[in-house]
């Protein structure tokens, strides 16, 4: 049974991080869709994993509900709890150092709480890459990426958060340590704890540091924009270019209609191809310098045009064109805030499925309302679509409010259909738990059942995301 | 409470496979190395997925314990169970389909007892690469390939077993099926129930088949076998390899040791090089047709001998010239095996510390007992190394019997002190379960008591290895 913290509960939690206790910031009880609210009986914000341990060692004896919270820059509602007794928000923010950095090791060590984009500079300043990439990468915390197992714009090539991680430190919701910040590729030494941490939402631990992979800094970067047929030409262009061009580190898809979305918000923003291609692909390949990797991906994508696969296209010749190709893509998310959705969905289908899940899921949400307008954007290479739904022209999200979940429905049952996910990259949290709990495979889910339950009996850390709280 | 099957339950269980009950071939009960023998009531070797399920149904409600076997390759005693009530032996052998081939979302999805190099194969023919390859491929089998996270000569490149797995199918062990063969390169629903079986060894769950992850098929390949002064300049060499050429897919050390003991017993075996080195590498590189590698591969090396990395070295300039140089790397543990071994170690060290680890490490020997020969050789690009101890000339691994454990305890200190592991790729078994248990991070080990308890309350899943049974 969760408790309510007493006055008492809250002077002993204080006194452990040596804050002063004051009413809990409007920020910290939000999300950056505004689609759940959260409420907390205070904000604590330890300095170091021994507070942390002492905090769960308090809130599991008592029963006192924990929310864990990084940058809070997740979009599944995984951060703030507005339901059963208030619970205490734990923010890894103060926790933000970088520990080391061993080059020599490809590896870095970092708190919780330190910002995407400074593990990045740190790797840099090492000449080394760490590849995590995400348009919130300025304000997301490592934490919370990992307690995500967050994706981005470079996983084809390096894989998706937890495949970047060599070893973590976490405390169990009992308060106990675990001590596995090792710098090894190969250990093979039991239960593999550190995928189970990762992508748990922080409801079986919290992360309070990792030890990360680094990579050679590439030498050379080929970024190119072209236009598209349509879907199925740009898979048959990610195939293509995949057996020509070894380094491909992002293939984006991207619709006419983001594109618009974008143009109607910021008129002045230069388009690098011409005539409004109802379909574009944003293509980068990363390599060492001196190998040869322009020549080549140029000669992949002038036989790709060739072939048909492609039309209009533009091979980035300065960064600054390089950027704006991307800026480009990484408005999209920005238009889509414009316009305001009906509803958003991040979905994966096999690499195969995907050209014919664009054409039937538009027939599934024409056959709901046919004034709804689709823009489909994202990770090709990954099959991860980001597939987000919008009024017609004149009309607002709000209007829409009676088939927004019909909406989301139809393209979910189109996704489970093709063996697909309803949620590739962005996790559970609270919008798509019971979702999960009816579609979700019944052995797993009773299995996380169980293995939440041995771990957390009291169910003090994060209730409610990912599973149901008891 | 485990116990011995009845002449009903044989019945049973022999029902469910379809199989006349004999008694168990002395092949079940064995390991490669001779150090553990099994018992076992009854072999079963179920058909289908159905089968295992209803073999571990009656299992946990009578508490029969179960010890699933793969290929029976592994080298840690995780395959036999010689303590407690006859278990019975649940053989993957006759589930060895490959059940389906999708080359467009390079992915093949295999059931848990096809040989690996068949799995290998049903790649090649879909004209892609599956890349997990080792020395027992030949008849190891893919679920225990997952059950123990097998590495290999390829993990440098593509990572271990478990980073090739897109989805598994397993049964848990109170036989209900987790169907997870999904063929997503991004999936965030949920704990990775994957993860926590991959690397289990048959302890959480038993895989039934897994969709596993295929690569383009190389269209170069650059192999090397090079003099190197010792290991220090090894690992430079190899980080100067690895700025400059992309596609690094092996780094393999070779003693000279390794070699005299494989020239002992096959003095025809043609060495690549000459003069005896005491330290060599063995560096493959593979990549795209045409894209230059073999000319960039021999540049660095140029450079790299220049350097005073390496010394005499040649570049296959042939499929057979390359299969004699992978063949002296393979013949290794067979030189090994022809010498007797007073004890083995499969360790992994940061990679900055492979040289240190080295040198301290021969002098810990040596403290303990100085006629003892080292033979260390293995995966130095993931700072895995096989460290093998053997007698003195002319003295057998028997009369060292009363020192093999304090030589196992000096070398394993060694590792703990430099952040190592102490089974890098082998698993824990029995082999390794009280050193880990008295070694390991507490705080993990209590969670993985929790998760075996909360997956398996009845203990029936091959008790006794990775864990201690109760």
Redesign the interface.
């Known amino acids: 049974m969760l408790i309510e913290p007493t006055e008492d509960d809250l002077a002993r939690l204080h006194a452990i991080t040596g804050e002063t206790p004051a009413p809990v910031p409007e920020a910290y009880l939000t999300e950056p869709r505004g689609r759940h609210r959260g409420q907390a009986a205070a904000l604590l914000r330890p300095r170091a994993t021994e507070e942390v341990s002492a905090i769960l060692s308090h809130c599991a004896a008592r029963g006192i509900a924990v929310i864990p919270r990084s940058g809070g820059t997740g979009l599944v509602g995984g951060q703030v709890r507005g339901e059963g007794p208030a619970p205490v928000i734990l923010s890894l923010e103060r926790m933000d150092r970088i520990r080391w950095v061993?080059a020599?090791?490809?590896?870095l060590c970092a708190e919780a709480g330190a910002i995407l984009s400074d593990v990045q500079g740190a790797a840099a300043e090492a000449d080394r890459l760490f590849p995590l990439s995400m348009a919130s990468e300025g304000s997301a915390r490592i934490g919370g990426n990992l307690a995500?197992?967050a994706?981005g714009v470079q996983?084809l090539r390096y894989?998706?958060a937890?495949?970047l991680v060599l070893g973590i430190e976490a405390v169990?919701p009992d308060g106990?340590?675990?001590?596995?910040l090792?710098?090894?590729?190969?250990?093979?030494?039991?239960?593999?704890?550190r995928?189970?941490m990762?992508?748990?939402e922080g409801t079986?631990g919290v992360i309070t540091a990792a030890v990360l992979r680094l990579f050679?800094r590439p030498g050379e970067t080929v970024t190119a924009m072209l236009a598209v047929p349509g879907p199925e030409a740009a898979l048959a262009l990610f195939?293509a270019m995949?057996?020509?061009?070894?380094?491909l580190s992002a293939f984006e898809l991207i619709s006419g209609r983001g594109v618009a979305f974008v143009r109607a918000g910021w008129p002045d923003r230069p388009d690098p191809l011409a005539d409004d291609p109802p379909w574009r692909v944003l293509v980068e390949a990363t390599?060492?310098e001196?190998?040869?990797l322009a020549e080549?991906a140029e000669a992949a994508l002038a036989e790709a045009v060739e072939a048909g696969l492609a039309g209009d296209g533009v091979i980035a010749q300065s960064e600054a064109q390089r950027a704006a190709m991307w800026g480009l893509r990484e408005m999209i998310p920005e238009g889509n805030r414009r316009v305001g959705a009906i509803a958003s969905h991040d979905i994966?289908?096999?690499?195969?499925a995907i050209a014919g899940f664009i054409a039937a899921a538009e027939r599934d949400v024409a056959a709901v309302d046919a004034s709804v307008r689709v823009n489909c954007f994202g990770?090709l290479g990954?099959?991860?679509l980001h597939y987000n739904l919008f009024p017609a022209e004149g009309r607002r999200a709000a209007d829409y409010r009676g088939v927004a979940e019909r909406l989301t429905q139809a393209v979910h049952d189109r996704v489970h259909a093709l063996?697909?996910?309803?949620?590739?990259?962005?996790?559970?949290g609270r919008a798509?738990r019971d979702e999960?709990a009816a579609r979700?495979?019944?052995?797993?889910?009773?299995?996380?059942r169980?293995?939440k339950?041995?771990?957390d009996p009291g169910g003090i850390l994060n209730p409610g995301a990912?599973?149901a709280a008891d």
Chains 1, 2 share one sequence.
Do not use: C, F, Q
């Open positions: 061993a020599e090791d490809d590896a995500t197992n994706g996983v894989g998706n937890r495949d169990l106990s340590v675990h001590h596995g090792k710098t090894l590729r190969k250990d093979n030494t039991g239960y593999d704890l995928h189970l990762i992508g748990a079986l050679p195939h995949r057996r020509r061009v070894e380094g390599g060492p001196g190998a040869g080549r994966s289908v096999p690499l195969s990770h990954d099959g991860n063996g697909g996910s309803i949620s590739a990259e962005h996790g559970i798509k999960l979700g495979d019944p052995a797993k889910l009773a299995a996380m169980a293995i339950a041995a771990l990912v599973l």
